[in-house]
């Protein structure tokens, strides 16, 4: 029979096949290889296969993501440059980003048509909120498996919750947050919604800032989606888009074709992978 595993626990892993759920032990072989969540698996009374993996996140642990929940909520304030990364690091391996914007019920207009200016070009967007229950846009994109990623307090346990319509993920506070240790032996499973299946993290943000993008600097440029239209617009190849006059993106910039804030952390997180 073929599964997903979507729990690990103590050498034995819960086999989701859509119709049942069986905990077994895997084949010693096949541990040795490593399995984690999100392996689509062959079984007998042991787990014997697992098939190729599309990607691996590694913290998590987590395999084959299809989506990437990126949340944003206006406290706290936005972080572009985490978004951003997070962006590109989706786009690298594979997993498509949307960028999900929660606690619309406190988020004044000026924000939210901020946001939606910011991306319009880049990646697509969903106006979200956990406390009032209106996730219905956020539930029809889960397919496949997928996951939240953002920084802390933005609600990504909040909307976890509102979509199963359990209390399945904890919900903290800011001062809760501080004493994290009873929580860390907690470990990632997967939550069937729908059409498909939700990655909790247990109170972490999926990935965070420290994100050490698996690429060069020369290509930083082809994971933003709203520069692909103005790179050929660059003299060189090798253009890094940092200096005008042989420049595509920055004329685009100057034309206001392409977000300002999208160059600026364009040209962060450069300096960061060149700093490497
Ligand atoms: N007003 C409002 N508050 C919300 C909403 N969603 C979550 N919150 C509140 O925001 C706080 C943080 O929510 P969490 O769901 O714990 O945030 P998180 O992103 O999981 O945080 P970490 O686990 O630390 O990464 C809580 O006090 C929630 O009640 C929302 O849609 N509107
Ligand atoms: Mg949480
Ligand atoms: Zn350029």
Redesign the pocket.
């Known amino acids: 029979m073929k599964g997903l595993v979507i729990k690990k626990n103590a050498g034995l892993y819960d086999i989701d096949t859509g119709k049942i759920v069986a905990t077994i032990k895997a084949l010693g072989n096949v541990k040795k290889h490593g399995l984690y969540v999100g392996d689509y698996v062959e079984f007998t009374e042991v787990i014997t296969k697992v098939e190729e993996r599309k990607n691996l996140l590694i913290r998590p642990p987590l395999a084959n993501l299809d989506k990437l929940f990126i949340?944003a909520s206006s406290i706290p304030k936005p972080d572009f440059v985490l978004i951003d990364k997070l962006i590109v690091y989706s786009l690298v391996k594979g997993i498509e980003p949307i960028i999900v914007i929660?606690?619309t019920?406190?988020m004044d207009e000026c924000l939210q048509s901020e946001i939606k200016s910011i991306y319009k070009d880049a990646v697509k967007m969903i106006f979200v909120?956990?406390?009032?229950g209106e996730v219905g846009d956020l539930k029809k994109e889960i397919k496949g498996i997928t996951a939240f990623a953002?920084q802390?307090?933005?609600?990504?346990?909040?909307?976890i919750n509102a979509l199963l319509g359990k209390e399945q993920?904890e919900?903290?506070?800011l001062s809760k947050?501080v004493e994290r240790g009873k929580q860390t032996t907690r470990m990632t499973c997967l939550y069937r919604c729908d059409k498909g299946y939700i990655a909790d993290t247990a109170?972490?943000?999926l990935l965070d800032a420290t994100l050490v993008l698996p690429i060069t600097p020369q290509e930083l440029g082809r994971y933003y989606p709203d520069f692909l239209k103005y790179l050929q617009n660059c003299k060189f190849r090798s253009c890094l888009h940092e200096i005008s006059g042989n420049c595509g993106i920055i004329e685009g910039v100057r034309q206001g074709k392409i977000n300002k804030i999208r160059y600026e952390s364009y040209l962060k997180i450069l300096s960061e992978l060149k700093g490497r």
């Open positions: 949340v929660n606690k019920d406190i909120s956990a406390e009032k953002g802390s307090a933005v609600g990504k346990s909040s909307l993920a919900v903290g506070d947050k109170g972490f943000s």
